[in-house]
């Protein structure tokens, strides 16, 4: 069965430790992968989009990459303002709709 | 760009109740648009794929009847909960994309439903 994990499910970081979040994913046929930011009681909030083994993105103090068949969201440097929910999110071949993980709430401390 | 606006964001409401939740592509015309439910913690479940002018899509155990979707327009999606009972409480969130499956998604803030 096509599945999405991510871990840690919880991380907290003092601010300016730098530290990575997983995403891994059994899917055949990947069509892309996701990375969302969500906050408390809102929807998600879209970071990156990354397609093929070897892709990097950066924004700020985030950088996603991506291999075969896991994909790391790298933070640099955290700051308070950091702390969320961070959902990866998967599109296979054929399939319309995304296959999300459950998350890794961050908590960056002061 | 991409901003989805979703409406209302919060509504308490009695049993039996049907209540409609309107989500819209404020700055983009939206081929797709997807109904999402999100319990506590966990994450996002699909509810239906809706296509502008077709009929949604219901994911397996989702009750056609009880959650009507209409996709109207190119910027608008609804969401009907009709008779809605305790257990449908939840917060429910749209989606909305354009173009091609390689684009992303672009959600909408949710709407927290609670069922008294």
């Known amino acids: 069965e096509d599945q999405v994990t991510q871990s840690p499910e919880a991380l907290r970081l003092q601010e300016g430790e730098s530290s990575s979040l997983n995403c891994s994913y059994t899917?055949?046929?990947?069509?892309?992968l996701f990375w969302y930011r969500q906050d408390p009681g809102k929807g998600p909030e879209f970071l990156f989009t990354?397609?093929?083994a070897g892709e990097e993105k950066e924004k700020e103090r985030l950088k996603a990459t991506l291999t075969k068949k896991e994909s790391f969201l790298h933070i640099t440097a955290p700051k308070p303002e950091d702390s969320a929910t961070y959902l990866c999110?998967?599109?296979?071949?054929?399939?319309?709709?995304?296959?999300f993980g459950t998350g890794t709430r961050l908590t960056v401390i002061p | 760009g991409a901003v989805v606006s979703q409406h209302p964001s919060w509504v308490i409401c009695k049993s039996g109740t049907s209540v409609k939740i309107e989500c819209r592509s404020l700055?983009?015309?939206?081929?797709?648009m997807f109904w999402y439910r999100q319990f506590p913690k966990q994450s996002l479940m699909l509810m239906a794929t809706s296509n502008e002018g077709s009929k949604a899509t219901y994911e397996q155990g989702v009750e056609k009847d009880k959650f009507l979707i209409n996709h109207a327009s190119l910027t608008l999606s609804t969401l009907t909960v009709t008779s809605a009972h305790p257990e449908d409480s939840s917060f429910y969130i749209c989606s909305a994309r354009t173009g091609g499956l390689n684009q992303p998604q672009h959600f909408g803030d949710g709407t927290r439903l609670s069922i008294l």
């Open positions: 999110a998967v599109r296979y071949t054929g399939a319309n709709n995304l296959f």
């Open positions: 899917v055949s046929g990947l069509r892309g």
């Open positions: 990354l397609y093929s």
């Open positions: 700055d983009f015309q939206a081929t797709t």
